[in-house]
């Protein structure tokens, strides 16, 4: 099973930035994908950004050219650097991951993004 830890939400006003941190433990030998969702109220929740164990990056078009998403292998963490906030990104963000190979993924507790003046 793997646990995952969120930290780095918070108020930001628009155009600020923000760094989400998330730190996976448990009895796994690797992790495969990693990724960042967000639910705003009201919504569904949708992808912003996945990486893949190599580094290959995915991103939703809302936040391209804005957020980056990065993983750090040797600390089982990924990060994801949110640029030129807009008040449509705030949300509750969770971090996802799944051991690799194997294709049971597991959720954070979610932190909290506003963006406001």
């Known amino acids: 099973q793997v646990q995952l830890v969120e930290s780095g939400g918070g108020l930001v006003q628009p155009g600020g930035s923000l760094r989400l941190s998330c730190a996976a433990s448990?009895?796994?030998?690797?992790?495969?994908?990693m990724g960042w969702y967000r639910q705003a109220p009201g919504k569904q929740r949708e992808l912003v950004a996945t990486?893949?164990?190599?580094?290959?990056?995915n991103y939703a078009d809302s936040v391209k050219d804005r957020f980056t998403i990065s993983r750090d292998n040797a600390k089982n963490t990924v990060y994801l650097q949110m640029n030129s906030l807009k008040p449509e990104d705030t949300a509750v963000y969770y971090c996802?991951?799944?051991?690799?190979?194997?294709?049971?993924?597991?959720w954070g507790q979610g932190t909290q993004v506003t963006v406001s003046s």
């Open positions: 990486v893949t164990r190599g580094g290959t990056t």
């Open positions: 996802n991951a799944a051991i690799f190979g194997f294709p049971t993924d597991y």
């Open positions: 448990g009895r796994f030998l690797s992790l495969g994908l």
